[in-house]
């Protein structure tokens, strides 16, 4: 089916007090118009009543496209010699950190801030993206919508993006019957990435390329295998899981009225655990983007460069987000917190927390969970999960959640004082997997594998982005350690 299709007659009102609301509005013969989001965060209402029908995702970016790529040329032309900093030897060697080469249009990280959207930081989304039908955490879907337009889409034309997405997650045979023939031991990120470049069979960026179509049109069959890919990747997702860690179990089928990640949760098994399918809505919806500078972002931009299709680009993504280095990392908080635990106990006063902290850093090990690679203040994603803890009753008296809020506690003055991180506070690894553990999910080497489902929101919007804004193939220059000493022999 087509992913445009148009959707039915609405009356678009300026509900009061939207913005501290968490939703606009309930009924479903009511919707509101789509938010600009503006730097200075600003959101306008229009103030009359206007008959319309209410916009589809791929007319909205039709509107849009033509004024971003005016910007982009209008950057290029005045500005195209300006320089944003320079590069240093250590940039070069130290795996190009800090520098700023590459346009990455759905996020920007700041050391201090943390992660915004469009402009939009993590309490001002939950604020005013819809939640799902049935809980009160927002939904992939409107990250999605937010992501890929940079506007904040109404109730209706999430619930509608969500049908369409439902309506399209069913896996083909050919998928099925592969990813059913992989043997059990084979890494559920292995299943994962050869399922997604599979689906590539189908791609109707391939199909029209083939054939021939024009540049200006390449977004648009981006735009379609990009919704494709996302409204597959739950049921491909829970099919490993299921083929992995219960085998023979039968997995739940979709429901064209629940939202994707409700979907996804229900086919793993959790649909009648309300607090895993909220936190699952959460987590995923707040790790769909992370800019594009970090190696799985990164992947994806680098392959799509090249024209590759959005599944073999994102396949390509999850190679790199398998890496122990990018994905694994709550999985290392999570061994190393039941560590604890184990010698320990759940109910140690801090002081005993602390002092277990003091043996892991003078065994010349690190406290996993805490510092990052760009964020120089407490990760705004941690805190939002740790929000999330304290209002779940079941997570309030949990030993493993407690442990990490003593953790948290106390983690950053041991680490200041200990002297050699330029950030001693939490970053998001520091509590998520001990969630998923909480609720049950217990399987470590599946935890990327949600990484991987929730990721596909920020790399396959930039690829739709990167093919509406004609960008090049991405060919930086390299050095040999000769040609650095000629150099800087010269300099």
Not at 130 to 145: H, N, R, T, V, Y
Not at 315 to 338: D, K, M, S, T, Y
Request: with cysteine.
């Amino acid at each position: 089916m087509s992913f445009a299709r148009p959707l039915r007659q609405h009356v678009l009102v300026a509900p009061a007090r939207w913005a501290s609301s968490k939703r606009y509005a309930s009924s479903s013969a009511v919707s509101v118009p789509t938010i600009n989001c503006t730097r200075d965060h600003s959101l306008k209402l229009p103030v009359t009543l206007t008959p319309t029908r209410l916009q589809s995702l791929k007319e909205t970016l039709a509107e849009i496209i033509p004024a971003k790529r005016d910007q982009l040329a209008r950057i290029k032309k005045e500005h195209g010699q300006v320089s944003l900093g320079e590069v240093k030897v250590e940039n070069v060697i130290g795996g190009m950190r800090g520098l700023k080469a590459m346009l990455w249009e759905g996020s920007l990280l700041d050391p201090n801030e943390g992660i915004r959207f469009h402009g939009m930081s993590i309490p001002e989304v939950q604020k005013v993206l819809p939640s799902a039908k049935d809980g009160k955490e927002i939904i992939a879907e409107g990250m999605l919508w937010l992501l890929l337009t940079g506007q904040v889409p109404s109730e209706q034309q999430t619930r509608d993006l969500s049908r369409q997405l439902a309506e399209n997650g069913e896996l083909p045979k050919y998928l099925i019957d592969l990813v059913d023939s992989f043997p059990r031991t084979l890494h559920p990120m292995t299943q994962l990435g050869m399922g997604v470049a599979a689906l590539n069979h189908d791609s109707k960026f391939v199909e029209a390329y083939d054939k021939g179509m024009k540049k200006t049109e390449y977004w648009t069959y981006a735009l379609e295998d990009s919704l494709n890919l996302i409204a597959k990747l739950p049921a491909l997702a829970a099919r490993i899981y299921r083929n992995v860690h219960h085998p023979g179990k039968s997995l739940a089928a979709i429901d064209a009225n629940e939202d994707l990640v409700g979907n996804y949760a229900n086919m793993l098994g959790y649909g009648d655990n309300q607090g895993m399918k909220e936190y699952l809505r959460l987590y995923i919806t707040l790790h769909g983007d992370h800019e594009g500078g970090n190696v799985s972002a990164h992947t994806s931009h680098l392959v799509g460069s090249a024209l590759s299709d959005p599944y073999i680009s994102y396949a390509a993504a999850l190679f790199g987000l398998a890496g122990p280095l990018h994905g694994l990392a709550n999985q290392e908080v999570l061994r190393w917190i039941l560590a604890m635990q184990e010698s320990i106990g759940s109910d140690a006063p801090l002081e005993r927390v602390r002092e277990y902290l003091w043996s892991t850093l003078n065994s010349g090990r690190v406290i996993p969970g805490y510092g990052h690679g760009v964020l120089r203040d407490p990760d705004p994603r941690f805190i939002a999960l740790q929000n999330f803890c304290e209002v779940r009753p079941e997570l309030r008296d949990s030993p493993i959640i407690n442990l990490v809020k003593k953790t948290a506690q106390v983690a950053p003055s041991v680490l200041t004082k200990h002297g050699k991180t330029k950030n001693p506070n939490p970053n998001v690894d520091a509590t998520s997997g001990c969630l998923l553990y909480h609720y049950g999910l217990t399987e470590f080497n599946y935890y990327t594998v949600i990484f991987g489902v929730s990721r596909a929101l920020g790399c396959l919007p930039q690829i739709v982005w990167d093919r509406a804004l004609g960008l090049p193939i991405e060919r930086p220059k390299s050095l040999t350690m000769d040609a650095i000493e000629k150099m800087v022999k010269k300099a």
